[in-house]
Antibody, heavy 122, light 108 residues
Framework: EVQLVESGGGLVQPGGSLKLSCAAS????????MHWVRQAPGKGLEWVGR??????????AYAASLKGRFSVSRDDSKNTAYLQINSLNTDDTGVYYC?????????????WGQGTLVTVSS | EIVLTQSPGTVSLSPGERGTLSCRAS???????LAWYQQKPGQAPRLLMY???NRATGIPDRFSGSGSGTDFTLTISRLEPEDFAVYYC?????????FGPGTKVDIK
């Protein structure tokens, strides 16, 4: 069974940093691209960034408005993807989801984690 | 950046009715890289359609997708009670990838 489990969210002060994790199981993690999507309270989905597999040189890409503060990485030996967020501000509050994509479903996001809540507040 | 616009923002329908949701892109999107997701309150999004017209695993055939270029459509042929939710289109053709703002389908 495919599972993605996010962790690392919580309450953080403005200006702080956070590193979210996404632990994967039930599939060949190293063959998948991994993505991060966030959702502010009561709002829609916002694409954050993605990291491709080793065969694609672990290429990363980010939302234009977030570039510079967000960094996606992965450790295939631990079947885990990460999202590093620096200089947090209140607009970063929301649920952060990780999702995987594979060639099987045309690189669409066929499995999602349950999300981890990040609250930025003083 | 490709901007996706969805219409209507909210639609009120009755069970058994047909729902037609639109997604328009600010520039052409390869149809292989347009997806639709369903999200219910408190849940993660669920993949419905990928490649514009391919149903994901376990998605009933009352859901269908079509379109190309800048105009895409998700059709729900006969709404079931469990279909009342928010639907997002998503382009993963060109980075930065983007989502539409969503269409809420609620019960009339």
């Amino acid at each position: 069974e495919v599972q993605l489990v996010e962790s690392g969210g919580g309450l953080v002060q403005p200006g702080g940093s956070l590193k979210l994790s996404c632990a994967a199981s039930g599939f060949t993690f190293s063959d998948s691209a991994m993505h991060w999507v966030r959702q502010a309270p009561g709002k829609g989905l916002e694409w954050v960034g993605r990291i491709k597999s080793k065969s694609d040189d672990y290429a990363t890409a980010y939302a234009a408005s977030l570039k510079g503060r967000f960094s996606v990485s992965r450790d295939d030996s631990k079947n885990t993807a990460y999202l590093q967020i620096n200089s947090l501000n209140t607009d970063d509050t929301g649920v952060y989801y990780c999702a995987r994509s594979t060639v099987t479903r045309g690189w669409a996001y066929d499995f999602w984690g349950q999300g981890t809540l990040v609250t930025v507040s003083s | 950046e490709i901007v996706l616009t969805q219409s209507p923002g909210t639609v009120s329908l009755s069970p058994g009715e047909r729902g037609t949701l639109s997604c328009r892109a600010s520039q052409s999107v390869g149809s292989r890289y347009l997806a639709w997701y369903q999200q219910k309150p408190g849940q993660a999004p669920r993949l419905l359609m990928y490649g514009a017209s391919n149903r994901a695993t376990g998605i009933p055939d009352r859901f269908s997708g079509s379109g190309s270029g800048t105009d895409f459509t998700l059709t729900i042929s006969r709404l079931e009670p469990e279909d009342f939710a928010v639907y997002y289109c998503h382009q993963y053709d060109t980075t930065p990838f983007t989502f539409g703002p969503g269409t809420k389908v609620d019960i009339k």
